[in-house]
């Protein structure tokens, strides 16, 4: 026993954990005793054991372990500590404990579980045991199901969460083993005790005879209600409650009290798991459901309704399904589809419920109109579609809809829509059909039973019978008062057939027993159907008598608690009770009426009436009062006396004394008889007539008083009013307003039809007569006493004066209170008679609102308008919300159906362009003023979205938000808010700002309501969470809002929602709760306080109990009756809890993204390149792996941590796929803004990037490439490199990618791959590419084998690495592949290879199989080109490459392209890439991405390297090169053939040869200019240039800035070559201005550029320093004056001004150079006269606004020069004199003319000119022979002016001439010199010359031949044939040929000799241009043998004396190469 004494002496709770198995079961006995000892369930020992409770129930000894058992359980029940435990002592029973053979350990097992449940930890307990349920073991299973049972059976399904255990039942139901069904069938038995038929749909699937069995069992249980036996340590007192009944035995009565709250209703919906269907529909839906055939419609319909089976659906957008199935109910012809397409809608409705609410709007009113369908499938589609989707809103938000087609002409939509009325009066009860609804519906239906069509007569009556079976008689009757008696009882007849949903509830009448077990059971069988209203009205059936405390949660805001009327049937007008007994009578004929008056009248009277003796007809009026004041109600035949009275002379009696006895007895009869409308009738138009009579006035309104109270002041009002506007009368108008003003105040404002007075009273303010006016404002003033503010509503658009006017008087009016109506309830003063008053009162200022005229602006919102509002451009969104914004200025006020454009603005919320958001803000708010009280509709779909945005980092964003929320809620009020689960999931976003703003706004409104929905219980937990936010702000926030909460929850409410929180959180909630609770407010008195602005100052003695009791009862509605609310908590626990679970996955996704606040990327200084240290020091795993297992994942998270925003990553590393979706929106979001952080992040992002890669959801893989594809971009544009670390991390990776299945991936990885090239070098990319050729999937070795041949084909052969040999070698296996697609991939890359490299790829392969050696030769010869130039890929291959030649060694220059510096290589490969791209992607970019913009200077100051890469000569038949070249003088040939092939690609070629004219290469350029000069030549092919202008010009210029910067600083070359160069470029350049069609292309920036160029070149003093330089300069004279002349006059005028103001402004240009470009600007002042109306003169004028802008008169003044000033005044005066004062007309587009100088200096100009003008034009016109002698010096040297200018123009220099000739013959002494001083020495020559011919000629010398016409057929002096010959000659180098030598010069003109040496694609230089100008998709030139370039090599020769050696090297070198070819 020695080895027992030691564990003896041990502590108990060693000993529990001892090795030997007794001495733990002594430490179990002992531990027993102990815990059954301690009082204190807090003491310190139980600590001691909460790590060993487990050890107890999983002991390995079967008898310890019993002991054990027992030990826990005491354990359980004492501790406080022991919740701790839970999990693991729960997983220990389940799992060693339930698979035990002792019976005993089992029980000890389940009493362990159920104390757990006791001690509030059910959840954690369900979910072991729900897990136990997967165990293999049936034993565990058998027993979790039992324990399970025993839980609910004992705790109640209030306590035990149901949803789950049904979602496995099932699955228990299939098992094999026998035990474990049947215990199954027991449970299911037990739920359904507890739930009834909500367990049936969940096993429905189950096997038939087990439901059989099930179903037989069902039967069995009893209908009693079960009751929850065991209790929960915080329900003790439902517990003491519960032993007491049981002890007086009463259970089944007494239990009654607690039933609402022992059965939570549990709604089969509930129960069922969502299922997600949109991404189930069938790929192409919406294209197959816009089919033309019906089948192929009918399948995308089938499909449909094939998935909205399931009973419950996940949310989602749906906008575009319904949309489709709308579309198809509406418009498809076929009825079959219209059905199916119903069914589908039905099934959507029923499965999504609630959430389908937003989209009931659109769908009914197609569904309503479509019910002109006579099929009877057809209809009843619709009605159970449109019944499904009624449940889905309420009967408020659809009635616009309904009410506008009670109206249909036709007969089945009028039938069907009160049928359909009928159907939603059922689900109605009194408060959700108020009166405010009852109202409208009442008066259409009215029409319907009044229907020519029996059907729709019925239809009516059942829907009148419905309504008033649901709202009681005395809310309905009011409404029926004009229906006769025989359809009143068929409408009761009805009401007594119609069964209610609800059962009956009217008037309060059912007694609280009955009333509600029955409430409760509908509701749950109700299924589907029980929507949230019908939950609502199931808990508080009771006695509903004063509705008005248990409103409908309309806050009793701007007086207009509409509903209220409605609320509990209590809503009848009190003062209408015995009024619907209203007289009617039928029209009397005048002899009845003279029969029944005789016998009620004396014989004299009657016969007096109509003496032509007023004396008489005085004597019988007195007879005839007399008579009336003695006769009994009951007999007096008012309509016979009335009608005596009219009778002749009636009211035309002259006699005043007479009119006013008739007048009184009028009133009389009123007051005294039964007196109808008809009656009233007879004499109102008599009474109006003689309203306005001084005399007789106040005895007719006496009588209309006395009508009114007869026959009620609304239709009395009426009448008389529209009866003074049709007459012309203006006193009897204003005396009736007067009236009315009077009346009103007597009989108060119930009932009057606002509407039709604000139309009178608005023709009464128009009216002149100022008296009507007085009236008319008086009576507004009245009106406005019961209206209030909405009344100014109507006339806000009146003229300001009237507006003030009405102003005043409502100022008057603020602050009285209406006084009490004295009339129109003496005769009816029933005991309600008030109590009716004040509501009808209350009623009135929410009717006005509704009486607004509203406009329809639903065809206002065009699709067009819709896109726009959703355009990727923020300015064409822009001016989409511009649009809005006038439409709804325009409207005012507003129908609610407004179109998409809910969508499109709820899209603009989350717009990435804050100013756009605060816009649409303002529209919102805009709109909710607009559309009054019916914005409610919008509240979910738009409202909800405004919330979010209160989450905006933006101050300003947030208070524009929280305003329109304001401006919203004042329409709607708080419950369209607070229903549902939307705010809740507002309030669950993490943002600060959000949680902030929405609290406080909460904390704000809620005081103010007196109920509200219970789901604000929802929004429990998560201001739970802001209780204990990070943010200060949110936490106080929340601290303010609890007690309001709490006002309206109550305090046990909210102490139990703590029971999820953690043990810290709760105990400090609970503390603040505590605190809440002492601070709670008291609800708001009910609105019955509002009627004091009614009722006067003294309240009636009966209304304060009335609301006394309204108070209490309001106050209680949730405290003081637990049952029903209790009742509904219970339904929504369930409810809750699938909110926190389940929901949260797909909420968020589906939410739009949470605008979290700050940047996402943290930027970490050197925190990438630590993290590389890291990786190469191998202190971090390498990011290599074949699949991403978790510790790779932990340390990108670790590595996150720091520099990605928290809430980012926790979405980034989300289970669930729609989070990743959503952190990659966000990511593509920020990119922009964040570009910094993207890349010091991005070899984190990169990492992530590739673990999406293996995730098996498409939606996110698309994602992500459409991310990478726009890093790409930015990164490029960034001219970022990727670091190896990033790549190799990435790129593998995403060459897996490559071998997706599905196409579209495929096409983006390949386009991702393209687009690295440009950030990560192309021989990097090969070898991972390279690698991706090993994988096992072969569509992947195939489309890497075709990157590898693009990359080859792109870079050259200088990418295969490690060397080209071994590279190919590789990819030569792949021919012998299985796959055909690899290997046809495999030859297609090697049969590239072959085309850049030629035949030198067979060595390079090395030794092949003889099979695919055939096949490689077989498709060379098929496909490949011969190496030569460039080779154009056939269009239709997969994308467009450039070629890149650059292994001929034998024709290049050393150096290949390794030698370019490295940022020239990237642009040429970003530019191939680009073109390669740009025919499989139309991605093209609109501005040119920063790469793309050559850098010229870097390029000229480059000078080896820009020539480095020289391209391979074409080769040419060789044999015909030499005859041409031995030939010294110049040949004529024929174009050369390349130019013949145009039509066949010209635009390609022509950009091909313009880009080489930018070479760097002297010879090269020249070879392009001439043959750009040769197609110029010829007229036929000169138009092939047309398009291109701009970038030969750009070309050429560029070419002149390389001379400029490079050529001429470079002592190596030769000078004469570069005087080659420029009269090349000069000589094609004066060629192309010939062509005026041409030079007009050239755009003004080029021109400028161009000008700029030339001006730069005339002013190079190097150039003169150069032998021929004089020569060259005069040339670019000549050119200038060309381009002057010739281009478009609006160009190059503007060029110039422009180029003016930049070289002022300029301080490093010259003087020299502003000069001559003022030169030039003098010379187009000389050509306007002819060119004026070929000018955009706004164009000009704006140039010269902008140019006057920077350099204001002062400013020019302070030049050195006075020149820019003259320049400037000289070309205004000129325009002036030109254009006259039109000239003011072209200012049209300068922004603010006012700010500009230009108006004020043309305005100066024009009053100087006029007063000069006239003369001088005039006389120069008729010619210089006919000028007079008197003319004046200033005259003179206008004169001589005006002939310059002919001179100096083309078409009248002959003319000028001719009339300087005679001016110098008639003025000896006129001094021309001043004129010619300033032009230049050409010009001067060209005058002298031209007068000394025409004296010649006048002489008689005979005539010179004329000159000879150029190609153009221009005339053109000859000395610019001369100028044009010596660049000629220059060229051709024939310099110092004899004159005789030379050939005729016309040859010479038309056709110059042209070297044609062709070369490759150097395209470098003409990028810019081509990038700027073509979108064309580029071909590059197939140069290959038959487009040999010509026939002949004209060479370049620079003097005769080189050209020998010329063409010897020439010889040599193609003999070399034709040696290496072969």
């Not at 009082?39 to 487990?54: N, R």
């Not at 072209?1786 to 007063?1811: F, G």
């Not at 197939?1982 to 090297?2009: E, R, V, Y």
């Amino acid at each position: 026993m020695g080895d027992d004494s030691e564990w003896m002496k041990l502590p108990i709770d060693q000993k529990c954990e001892h090795k030997l198995w007794k001495a733990r079961l002594n430490g179990y006995e002992e531990a027993l005793k102990l815990f059954q000892k301690i009082d204190d369930e807090k003491s310190p020992e139980w600590s001691k054991y909460l790590g060993l409770i487990k050890k107890f129930v999983t002991d390995s000894n079967a008898v310890a372990q019993l002991k054990g058992l027992e030990a826990a359980l005491a354990y359980v029940e004492n501790a406080h500590v022991a919740g701790k435990t839970t999990g693991e002592v729960a997983s220990g029973v389940v799992n060693k404990v339930f698979n035990q053979p002792k019976a005993r350990a089992k029980e000890l097992g389940l009493d362990i579980c159920l104390m757990y449940i006791e001690i509030e930890k059910g959840e954690a307990i369900q979910e072991e045991l729900l897990k136990g349920l997967d165990n293999k073991n049936p034993k565990i299973i058998v027993a979790c199901i039992e324990t399970l049972r025993k839980a609910l059976s004992e705790f109640g399904s209030k306590i035990i969460s149901l949803k789950p255990i049904i979602k496995v039942l099932p699955k228990l139901f299939e098992s094999r083993e026998k035990a474990v069904r049947d215990e199954a069938k027991l449970l299911a038995v037990e739920i359904y005790r507890w739930i009834r038929d909500a367990l049936r749909p969940p096993l429905q699937n189950i096997n038939s005879v087990q439901l059989k069995e099930l179903e037989e069992e069902w039967i069995k249980v009893s209908s009693a209600v079960p009751r929850q036996t065991r209790f929960l340590r915080s329900q003790q007192e439902l517990k003491a409650k519960f032993e007491q009944q049981q002890a007086v035995g009463g259970d089944a009565d007494g239990g009654d009290d607690d039933e609402e709250e022992t059965v939570p209703q549990v709604d089969a919906y509930e129960l069922l798991e969502a299922v997600e269907i949109l991404s189930k529909l069938p790929k192409d839906f919406y294209e197959k459901i816009e089919a033309k055939k019906w089948q192929e419609r009918k399948e995308a319909l089938e499909a449909v309704e094939l998935l909205v089976k399931n009973p419950k659906l996940e949310s989602g957008d749906y906008a575009d399904l319904v949309k489709a199935l709308k579309k198809v109910v509406g418009k498809d012809t076929n009825v079959m589809l219209v059905a199916l397409a119903a069914k589908c809608l039905a099934g959507l409705a029923t499965g999504l419920r609630k959430k389908f609410g937003q989209y009931a709007g659109h769908v009914v009113p197609t569904i309503l109109e479509k019910f002109k369908e006579k099929k009877p499938q057809v209809v009843q589609a619709l009605q159970e579609a449109i019944d499904a989707i009624f449940l889905t809103t309420t009967l408020q938000n659809l009635s616009e809809d309904i009410l506008a087609v009670m109206d249909n002409k036709n007969p089945t939509i009028k039938q069907q829509t009160s049928l359909f009325i009928a159907r939603s009066f059922r689900h109605c009860t009194p408060s959700t059909l108020p009166k405010s609804l009852l109202k409208p519906f009442c008066a259409a239906l009215l029409k319907h039973i009044n229907d020519s069509a029996p059907e729709v007569r019925d239809a009516g009556f059942e829907a009148l019978g419905t309504a008033l079976k649901v709202a009681g008689e005395k809310a309905v009757n009011p409404f029926l008062a004009d229906v006769d008696k025989l359809k009143l009882d068929r409408i009761k007849e009805c009401a007594e057939k119609v069964e209610l949903v609800y059962g009956k509830k009217t008037g309060g009448t059912a007694e609280k027993r009955e009333g509600k077990p029955v409430a409760g059971k509908t509701a749950a069988l109700q299924g589907p159907g029980g929507d949230k209203e019908t939950k609502d009205a199931a808990a508080k059936p009771g006695p509903l008598k004063k509705a008005s405390a248990v409103k409908s949660g309309v806050p009793p805001k701007k007086g207009k608690p509409a509903t209220a009327a409605g609320a509990g049937g209590a809503g009848a007008k009190g003062k209408k009770g015995p009024e619907t007994k209203e007289i009617f009578e039928s029209e009397l004929s005048m002899e009845v009426c003279e029969e029944k008056a005789a016998a009620v009248l004396p014989a004299s009277c009657i016969q007096q009436l109509d003496s032509g003796n007023w004396k008489e007809r005085l004597a019988c009026m007195e007879e005839f009062q007399k008579a009336v004041e003695l006769m009994e109600r009951s007999e007096m035949p008012c309509q016979a006396l009335v009608r005596m009275l009219a009778k002749k002379p009636g009211w035309k009696e002259t006699n005043f004394q007479v009119m006013q006895m008739k007048l009184h007895i009028v009133a009389l009869i009123a007051q005294k008889g039964n007196f109808s409308k008809t009656s009233a009738q007879v004499v109102l138009d008599g009474l109006v007539d003689k309203v306005g009579d001084v005399k007789c006035g106040s005895n007719a309104k006496e009588a209309m008083t006395a009508i009114a109270e007869a026959c009620q002041l609304p239709w009395t009002a009426e009448q008389v009013v529209a009866m003074a506007f049709s007459q012309k009368n203006p006193k009897n108008q204003s005396e009736t307003l007067n009236w009315l003003s009077n009346a009103i105040k007597e009989f108060g404002f119930s009932g009057l039809n606002v509407k039709a007075f604000i139309s009178n009273v608005k023709t009464a303010l128009a009216a002149t007569n100022p008296a009507v006016r007085t009236s008319a404002i008086t009576l507004l003033g009245v009106m406005y006493l019961y209206v209030g503010p909405p009344l100014r509503m109507f006339f806000e658009d009146e003229k300001p004066a009237l507006l003030s006017q009405i102003d005043a008087e409502f100022e008057k009016m603020q602050g009285q209170t209406a006084p009490t109506p004295t009339r129109g309830i003496s005769r009816h003063s029933a005991g309600g008679g008030d109590d009716g008053e004040e509501e009808e009162q209350e009623e009135v200022g929410n009717d006005v609102v509704d009486l607004l005229p509203r406009t329809d602006i639903g065809d206002k919102i065009t699709a067009e308008l819709v896109s726009k509002i959703g355009d990727k451009n923020w300015k064409i969104r822009k001016e989409g919300l511009d649009e809005v914004t006038s439409i709804l200025n325009e409207a005012k006020f507003i129908h609610p159906n407004i179109g998409e454009l809910p969508v499109a603005l709820k899209n603009r919320l989350n717009d990435s362009n804050k100013i756009l958001v605060q816009q649409t803000l303002s529209i919102l708010q805009q709109l909710a003023t607009a559309m009054g009280p019916n914005i409610k509709q919008h509240v979910k779909n738009l409202g909800i979205p405004v919330i979010t945005v209160l989450g905006d980092s933006k101050n300003n964003v947030r208070a524009a938000a929280l305003a329109t929320v304001n401006a919203w809620a004042e329409q709607t009020g708080m419950k369209e808010w607070l229903e549902g689960e939307d705010l809740s999931e507002e309030l669950k976003k993490e943002n600060p700002f959000l949680r902030q703003e929405l609290l406080g706004w909460l904390a704000e409104k809620l005081p103010t309501l007196r109920s509200v929905p219970s789901d604000l219980l929802l929004c429990v937990p998560h201001l739970y969470s802001c209780l204990e936010d990070r943010n200060g702000d949110v936490r106080k926030k929340a601290q303010d809002a609890l007690p309001f909460f709490m006002m309206h929850l109550g305090f046990e409410k909210m102490a139990k929602a703590t029971g999820k929180l953690k043990p810290t959180s709760k105990d400090q909630v609970l503390a603040m709760l505590e605190k809440a609770k002492a601070n709670m407010p008291a609800k708001p008195a009910p609105p019955a306080k509002s009627s004091s602005r009614v009722v006067g100052g003294t309240a009636p003695a009966k209304f304060q109990p009335a609301s006394a009791f309204a108070d209490d009862l309001g106050s209680n509605t949730m405290e003081s009756k637990p049952d029903p609310k209790k009742a509904k908590a219970g339904g929504l626990s369930s409810k809750t809890k699938g909110v926190q679970g389940k929901k949260v996955l797909s909420k968020p996704s589906l939410k739009e993204d949470d605008d979290k606040s700050g940047p996402i990327f943290i930027i970490v200084p050197n925190g990438k390149e630590q993290r590389m240290k890291e990786e190469k020091a191998l202190k971090v795993l390498k990011w290599n792996f074949t699949t991403p297992r978790d510790e790779y994942i932990e340390q990108l998270k670790t590595q996150m941590s720091t520099c990605v925003a928290k809430w980012l990553q926790d979405e980034m590393f989300h289970a669930d796929f729609q989070h990743h979706n959503k952190a990659l929106a966000v990511m593509i979001e920020h990119l922009e803004s964040e570009k910094d952080g993207v890349i010091s992040c991005l070899d984190l992002i990169l990492k992530w990037l590739t673990l999406r890669f293996f995730d098996t959801n498409t939606s996110v893989l698309m994602k992500t490439l459409e991310y990478l594809k726009l890093l790409f971009n930015m990164l490029s544009q960034e001219e970022y490199h990727l670091t190896e670390n990033e790549a190799s991390s990435f790129i593998p990776y995403l060459i897996l990618k490559v071998g997706e299945p599905k196409d579209v991936i495929r096409k983006d990885v390949r386009a991702i791959l393209n687009r690295m090239c440009l950030i990560y070098p192309a021989s990097k990319m090969f070898p991972f590419i390279m690698e991706g050729t090993k994988s096992k999937n072969s569509k992947q070795r195939a489309e890497c084998l075709e990157e590898l041949g693009c990359l080859v084909e792109s870079y050259g052969m200088n990418v295969c690495q490690p060397t080209p040999g071994k590279a190919l070698k590789e990819m030569a296996t792949h021919i012998g592949d299985r796959d055909n697609t690899v290997r046809n991939a495999a030859l297609n890359t090697i049969v590239t290879v072959y085309n850049v490299h030629g035949d030198q790829v067979f060595k390079l392969i090395g030794n092949l199989s003889e099979k695919d050696m055939s096949m490689l030769e077989e498709r060379i010869k098929r496909s490949a080109k011969r190496p030569s130039a460039a080779p154009v890929r056939q269009a239709e291959e997969k994308s467009q490459r450039t070629q890149n030649i650059s292994a001929n060694a034998g024709m290049m220059r050393k150096g290949p392209a390794e030698d370019m510096s490295s940022k020239l290589k990237i642009m040429y490969r970003t530019y191939r890439i680009q073109n390669r791209n740009m025919g499989s992607h139309s991605e093209t970019t609109h501005s040119v991405p920063r790469e793309f913009q050559l850098d010229l200077d870097e390029i000229e100051n480059d000078n080896g390297t820009v020539r480095c890469e020289m391209p391979a000569l074409v080769q040419h038949k060789l044999d015909d090169i030499f005859e041409p070249v031995l030939i010294p003088e110049p040949k004529i040939r024929a174009v050369s053939p390349h130019f013949d092939d145009m039509h066949s690609n010209t635009a390609s070629t022509i950009n091909f040869v313009i880009s080489q004219v930018a070479s760097g290469d002297i010879n090269t350029s020249i070879q392009a200019l001439t043959q750009i000069d040769e197609v110029l030549k010829q007229e036929d092919k000169a138009e092939a240039m047309s398009g291109h202008i701009d970038q030969f010009l750009i070309a050429t210029f560029m070419q002149l800035r390389l001379i400029y910067n490079t050529h001429m600083a470079d002592e190596k070359l030769d000078k004469d070559e570069i005087v080659r160069l420029y009269s090349c470029i000069i000589g094609s350049m004066i060629t192309l201005f010939q062509i005026e069609s041409l030079a007009r292309e050239a755009s003004t920036g080029v021109l400028k550029d161009l000008m700029h160029g030339l001006i730069t070149l005339m002013l190079d003093s190097r150039v003169e320093d150069l032998e021929e330089g004089e020569q060259v300069i005069r040339s670019v004279n000549l050119l200038v004056v060309k381009v002057l002349e010739k281009s478009d006059q609006t160009n190059i005028l503007s060029a110039l001004l422009v180029l003016l103001q930049d070289s002022l402004l300029a301080t490093a240009s010259s003087p020299k150079f502003s000069e001559l470009v003022m030169k030039c600007l003098w010379r187009m002042v000389r050509l306007l006269p002819e060119t004026i109306n070929s000018i955009n003169l706004d164009r000009i004028l704006l140039d010269i606004h902008i140019f006057m802008k920077v350099f204001p008169k002062e400013k020019l003044k302070q030049c050195k020069s006075d020149f820019p000033i003259r320049t400037l005044k000289t070309l205004l005066h000129t325009l002036c004199k030109l254009k006259g004062p039109k000239i003011l007309d072209h200012l049209t587009m300068i922004d603010n003319k006012n700010e500009s100088e230009l108006e004020a200096h043309l305005c100066r100009v024009m009053k100087h000119s006029m007063d000069q003008s006239g003369k001088a034009d005039k006389d120069t016109e008729k010619g210089a022979s006919r000028i007079e002698e008197k003319a004046s010096k200033a005259k003179v040297n206008d004169i001589l002016a005006e002939i310059f200018k002919k001179i100096g123009s083309k078409e009248n220099t002959k003319e000028g001439l001719a009339e300087l000739y005679e001016y110098k013959k008639k003025y000896s002494d006129a001094d021309i010199e001043p004129f010619l001083k300033n032009s230049s020495q050409f010009f001067q020559s060209y005058v002298e010359r031209g007068l000394r011919l025409i004296e010649t000629e006048r002489e008689g010398k005979g005539r010179i031949a004329p000159s000879t016409g150029n190609t153009n057929g221009e005339e053109v002096g000859p000395s610019v044939y001369l100028e044009r010959l010596k660049i000629l000659r220059q060229r051709c180098g024939l310099d110092n040929a004899k004159q005789e030598d030379r050939p005729p010069l016309t040859s010479l003109l038309s056709k110059p000799t042209l070297p044609t040496v062709a070369s490759s694609t150097d395209m470098l230089h003409s990028k810019l241009s081509q990038l700027r100008e073509s979108r064309e998709q580029y071909q590059h030139l197939d140069l290959d043998s038959n487009q040999t370039h010509s026939s002949g090599i004209g060479t370049t020769l620079a003097s005769p004396s080189s050209a020998a050696a010329n063409i010897d090297d020439l010889k040599k070198r193609l003999e070399r190469i034709k040696s290496s070819r072969k």
